[in-house]
């Protein structure tokens, strides 16, 4: 049904003299990645409006995440910055570390199996990113045991493709500057 709709929204854009920007084999989140960071290198502040748990890597000082969710039927909205992120004891960046461990299956992105977010997030803590993780793991530097030695062990290449699966691009080439993408009169007829 969506994708039935989505002339109709492109006409609809573009009578609004609303920019759209599309590119074959980049995914969308790898678009708003690339020109949120334009924006960021001319200081403008951006707000990504997306229901993509996904996008709170980009999360910066000048970038802030919108996410809507609806509750009790009334939409609401929540702003992730990177102040909020870090709440949880990581930088936004490291997020896509996390999702290398723990997997999205809603992304088709695997991980490493039995590893869930909360030992993500308490390895990411700890280690900062996969490869150092990796690195102690099979150095023995770590106080990693048992069954999640075994799992870690066993799915590295899984986890460092998850990695690179969920990892947004930030330089995707769009041919566009952010001078393009000015707010301009809509054609309200």
């Known amino acids: 049904e969506l994708a039935q709709q989505m002339p109709i929204i492109k006409e609809i854009l573009r009578d609004m003299n609303i920019t ?8 969308a989140d790898d678009v708003l990645g690339t020109i949120s960071k334009l924006a960021e290198k001319e200081e403008i502040k ?33 702003d992730y910055d990177e102040s909020k992120i870090e709440e949880y004891g990581i930088k936004p960046v490291q997020l ?28 990411i803590k700890e280690y900062q990113n996969i490869d150092k993780l ?23 290449e899984s986890a460092i493709l998850s990695r690179t699966l969920g990892t947004i691009l930030l330089d995707a080439p769009l041919d566009v500057e952010v001078k393009d993408l000015a707010v301009k009169d809509w054609n309200k007829e």
């Not at 759209?20 to 995914?27: N, V």
């Open 20 to 27: 759209i920007i599309e590119k074959e084999g980049y995914e």
């Open 96 to 123: 896509i570390q996390v999702k290398g461990l723990m997997g999205d299956a809603s992304d088709n992105i695997p991980g490493v199996p039995g590893v869930g977010e909360k030992t993500a997030l308490k390895l």
């Open 134 to 156: 990796y690195e102690e793991l099979e150095s023995g530097n770590t106080t990693i045991k048992g069954a999640l030695k075994e799992k870690l062990t066993n799915n590295k």
């Open 46 to 78: 951006t707000t990504i409006l997306s229901g993509d748990r996904d996008t709170f890597q980009l999360a910066s000082k000048n970038i802030t995440i919108r996410i809507p969710r609806t509750k009790m039927g009334k939409t609401e909205t929540e």
